[in-house]
């Protein structure tokens, strides 16, 4: 690891730390001493020189080592240990954001007219996933007829700040592809503008499993935590976490588990009878979530063995 100096020189400083996603380590805060290690710090140097590190708790957050070492008023002997590590920048070319859009066609499901006759087609798929009235509104579930997403349901996400993140479109009638969403990063928190980061948090696989499970629900958008998602969680001040996949996907909800668990959060792993939460529905999903019990690091090793 060509940064294996840089970390041993910076725990000389902030003490042990954990390994979280990519090449980013967390330590405790120096600043606000939250009882987590909650100081983030990305050791990869990128083109332009920065390490860009951030406390979740208290927001203290700099750009490159030095304004780190700087803040922490560490002797210029004890700096210079560490900053002979890093290694100096070059030119940096920026790339422009990515940007979403809705399908120009998108049409919002609950201003359709009654009698439109595929708007009543799509309400009467959705009614039978589970999807009331409201949904199409919280969610602000559409629809398109024609162009590239034509014949698909519209689910769209936001961001924290209400912006477009993503959106998944899927057929509600007969296609060999039930998925066409868009080419950009899933690197995302799907339905993040409607996740209260106080609260226990859910995750799922799927936005149908999301919307049956109603409250607090996270869809990974597969098996894994995203790099954005990672970061909400540790800046939060959610303590308990559902995991609530497939059957199927057991093998990775045990990952999932393992990698939360070792960060010091409490997680309940939900055993789901033969059926995703979307076919369970809320009620059903609501009682296995009363009555999961928090898994432990033994647990999960145990459960590692049997799969």
């Not at 600043?31 to 987590?36: A, P, Q, V």
């Not at 927001?59 to 560490?82: C, D, F, H, M």
């Not at 398109?144 to 961001?159: A, L």
């Not at 979307?278 to 690091?297: N, P």
């Amino acid at each position: 690891m060509e940064y294996a100096f840089v970390l041993g020189a910076l725990e000389n400083i902030l003490g042990t730390s954990s390994k979280r996603s990519k090449d980013n380590y967390a330590f405790h805060c120096a600043f606000c001493n939250h009882r987590k290690p909650k100081l983030e710090i990305n050791l990869n140097t990128n083109d332009e020189g920065k390490n860009f590190w951030e406390c979740w708790v208290c927001k203290t957050r700099g750009q490159s080592i030095y304004s780190l070492l700087k803040q922490l008023n560490i002797p210029k002997n004890e700096a210079q240990e560490v900053l002979k590590y890093i290694k100096k920048g070059k030119k940096y070319e920026y790339k422009n954001d990515e940007v979403v859009e809705l399908p120009k066609e998108f049409q919002e499901l609950h201003t359709a007219s009654k009698q439109s006759i595929i708007a009543n087609k799509v309400r009467k798929y959705l009614y039978e996933r589970g999807f009331t009235d409201n949904d199409f509104i919280k969610y602000n579930v559409g629809y398109t007829t024609n162009g590239e997403y034509g014949g698909r349901i519209i689910i769209p996400s936001y961001s924290g700040s209400n912006r477009l993140n993503y959106f998944i479109a899927r057929t509600y009638e007969g296609a060999y592809f039930k998925y066409k969403n868009p080419v950009v990063s899933k690197d995302i928190v799907f339905f993040e503008n409607l996740i209260n980061w106080n609260k226990p948090v859910i995750l799922c696989e799927g936005v149908f499993d999301a919307i049956a499970i109603r409250r607090n629900a996270i869809p990974l958008l597969g098996t894994t935590l995203a790099p954005s998602l990672w970061k909400k969680l540790l800046g939060g001040e959610t303590t308990d976490i559902y995991i609530a996949l497939d059957l199927d996907a057991q093998k990775h909800a045990i990952k999932v588990a393992e990698q939360l668990v070792a960060a010091g959060f409490k997680v309940f792993l939900l055993t789901l009878p033969g059926k995703d939460p979307s076919e369970l529905g809320f009620r059903t999903i609501t009682k296995l979530l009363q009555s999961a019990t928090e898994l432990t690091f033994k647990q999960i090793m145990l459960q590692k063995l049997d799969l």
